[in-house]
């Protein structure tokens, strides 16, 4: 695969180039926020950031989106197709850790027994360049004990690696090696270049300082779903969905019928597992009546049934919720808690 | 403030120990150096853990009325005879004790039901305006001292005034130490800003109707319908929000532009004469939409038109629960 450098004042002007015709999704600066956003013609992204608020997962998996619409027939309805929004795109400015919760996605949305048309459509059209964290950038980080590191290539089609005046662009897929061709003539980069990243991307990891036992604690949590320690974990917890909306592998949603007169739509939107109507039934029972019971839920299926299910933890350690959450409960602790059991 | 947290320590646990409250409701030290987390305790030894300091952000009685609630929904199960009631402890400051007397009013539980243990109050630090005075670095290590915040981060050591970084709430409050209380910790805090309290919505009333209606969108539009504005208020306390109700569905679930508006617009005006401007949903929401100007202005009209400020005594009723002869009721005929 290709490996070039980008002076670092051409790389915007790049980015803004490839945005004149295709769909660019990148991080800008709104308000307060870092979010990804499409890029429109007077904008700019963000090259030197932290991470974004929101995690890249809305690009392949939006938040709301119309499934199909219907309207009302005299008898029964006409079902009207809704063609799934894809087009050539490319994401540009995700962070490792996030590249990585794509990898995790597939398993869930591009499963060959349930695939997911939506979800499949817009990832095979789209091209993921990956930031590296030669900095990590928070306290928070956790990336290196689920798997990750703060240079991977994980998940990216194309790795871009601040050296200081310029960016290593390293192709990792042949997505990201055709992105690479059309970001014009770029220099090779050199042996020492290579060697240079190799040992920026030790340093790096010597900084994720955290140690959470994501997967050695497996073994506990197979065995002890009615431990006494659930009842102390959500103590504070809001129900509110703040660490599920911002986390990059949480995927649940719902699928709503919304009538207007005549006229409907079968709309998916995305779902949090604190929220007590999440496994609400129509007869009135809740078989998770409590805050408890949704947070040993979030956990399990993040350090426990996803890992059963496909062989990896469901966190790449960007310690959004960690940092968000209103009442600072925080995952990290409660693995090291259990650790402890 | 390491007096207040000691003496609060000692009165959560005499009250746990002599069994006047079931559980104690206070803040413990969180996991960030710039955030308490809401803490429920039941033993004495476990008041070691309580914390009082400007990180102490969240309206606890939002957890009163949870625990209760909780409690009595356990208690359906039991025979009439042999029911229990919750008695329950509460750290409060000022505006904790103003969500409690609403409670009281609305006669969410009884005043024996809650044991108050008041605080005084100079302000939390808000984790937003934090950030921003940092510029964006992270807050490694944080302490008070006096009227600054001394930070760590990891470009080295700043320090920062305390009234910089105060939640906006704060800075403006009429109400810093309780209202109501059973035992009283520390001396009464000294008086913010309340004349100023209002400013901020003259400034806004004064802007014409399409610049308000662009601020208002444009805020209404950071918004992810996560709920930890309404999950943290202690107003917002219905068994079943309208936005999660399905017969008749009132509010579509997507994050259509009128979807969020309509669910934001229907829970700020159901805080009209019940909102303390405890700052806690300005505060707990992630992607810092200004939900204040809007329910400081019904403040504001609740104040102008009726006298009533929200929480205020347990002997001045709400607005939207009495009726009075002097009402005026010239928005009737002139709309």
Redesign the interface.
């Known amino acids: 695969m290709e490996t070039k450098l980008i002076k670092k004042e051409l790389l915007p002007g790049i980015v803004r180039g490839l945005a004149e015709d295709t769909l660019v999704y990148a991080p800008v600066q709104?308000?307060?926020?870092i979010m990804f956003r499409v890029l429109e013609k007077d904008m700019e992204p963000i090259l030197e950031f932290?991470n974004t608020?929101?995690a890249p997962k809305n690009f392949f998996f939006p938040?709301?989106e119309t499934m199909m619409r219907f309207l009302k027939k005299e008898r029964g309805a006409e079902l009207l197709e809704v063609p799934i929004a894809a087009r050539e795109a490319v994401l540009f400015g995700v962070r490792p850790c996030d590249a990585r919760s794509f990898v995790l996605l597939d398993y869930v949305f591009d499963d060959p027994k349930y695939r997911d048309p939506y979800y499949v459509e817009r990832r095979a059209k789209t091209t993921i360049v990956s930031i590296a964290c030669v900095r990590p950038?928070?306290?928070?980080c956790f990336c290196t004990s689920v798997g990750g590191h703060p240079m991977s290539k994980e998940g990216a089609d194309l790795s871009l690696v601040d050296m200081g005046d310029t960016w290593l662009a390293e192709a990792v897929t042949e997505k990201g090696e055709k992105l690479l061709q059309n970001m014009g003539d770029l220099p090779g980069a050199d042996e020492a270049a290579v060697t240079r990243k190799n040992e920026m991307a030790e340093k790096a990891a010597e900084v994720v300082k955290a140690d959470v036992p994501a997967s050695t604690i497996k073994p506990w949590l197979d065995e002890n779903f009615d431990h006494d320690f659930w009842n102390k974990i959500h103590?504070?917890c809001?129900?509110?969905?703040?660490c599920t909306?911002?986390c990059p592998t949480c995927h649940c949603f719902?699928i709503?019928d919304?009538m207007k007169k005549e006229e409907g739509r079968r709309?998916r939107?995305w779902d949090?597992c604190m929220?007590w109507?999440f496994t609400q039934e129509t007869s009135g029972h809740n078989p998770r009546p409590?805050q408890k019971e949704r947070w040993r839920q979030r956990f399990m299926h993040k350090f426990k049934y996803f890992v059963d299910n496909f062989g990896a933890v469901a966190c790449v350690g960007c310690g959004r919720c960690?940092?968000?959450c209103?009442?600072?409960?925080?995952i990290?602790?409660i693995a090291q808690d259990i650790s402890k059991l | 403030m390491e007096n207040i947290e000691k003496q609060l320590r000692e009165e959560a646990g005499k009250l746990l120990s002599e069994k006047k409250v079931d559980v104690l409701i206070g803040y413990g030290k969180?996991?960030?150096p710039y955030?308490?987390?809401?803490?429920?305790i039941t033993e004495p030894g476990e008041a070691e853990q309580l914390v009082w300091n400007p990180f102490c952000t969240?309206n606890l009685a939002?957890?009163v009325h949870d625990v209760i609630f909780?409690h009595r929904e356990s208690q359906k199960r039991v025979k009439p005879e042999d029911r229990t009631k919750k008695i329950v402890g509460v750290v409060a400051r000022g505006c904790t004790t103003r969500s409690i007397i609403i409670h009281l009013q609305e006669r969410q539980y009884e005043r024996d039901e809650v044991v108050i243990i008041g605080v005084p109050c100079s302000g939390y630090v808000s984790k937003?305006k934090l950030w921003?005075a940092l510029e964006?670095r992270?807050p490694?290590e944080c302490a008070v001292e006096g009227d600054t915040v001394k930070v760590k981060t990891q470009e080295g050591s700043r320090s920062v005034a305390l009234k910089d970084v105060l939640s906006d709430s704060c800075f403006t409050c009429r109400y810093n130490n309780p209202i109501i209380f059973d035992v009283m910790v520390g001396d009464p805090a000294p008086p913010m800003n309340p004349e100023a309290e209002y400013e901020i919505v003259d400034a806004f009333e004064s802007l014409p109707d399409d610049e308000r209606w662009a601020y208002f969108t444009k805020e209404m539009s950071?918004c992810?319908?996560?709920?930890?504005c309404r999950?943290?208020c202690p107003s917002c306390y219905c068994k079943i929000c309208f936005v999660?109700q399905s017969g008749p569905?009132w509010v579509?679930?997507?994050?259509?532009e009128s979807d969020t508006q309509v669910f934001q617009i229907m829970r700020i005006f159901h805080q009209a004469g019940r909102c303390v401007d405890c700052g806690s949903c300005v505060?707990?929401?992630?992607?810092?939409v200004d939900l204040r100007r809007f329910l400081k202005k019904l403040d504001k009209d609740g104040y102008n038109l009726f006298g009533h400020r929200a929480g205020e005594s347990l002997d001045s009723p709400p607005p939207l629960s009495e009726r009075s002869m002097n009402d005026k009721e010239d928005f009737i005929f002139e709309p």
């Open positions: 709104e308000e307060d926020n932290a608020k929101n938040q709301a950038p928070y306290s928070t103590i504070g809001l129900a509110c969905g703040t909306y911002l719902d709503t919304e709309a939107s949090s929220y109507l409590t960690v940092r968000y209103p009442v600072n409960i925080d990290r602790k | 969180g996991t960030l955030q308490a987390v809401p803490t429920i969240v939002k957890y909780q937003k921003d964006g992270e490694l950071k992810i319908r996560c709920y930890a999950n943290t999660e569905k579509g679930v997507t994050i259509d505060e707990v929401c992630p992607m810092g």
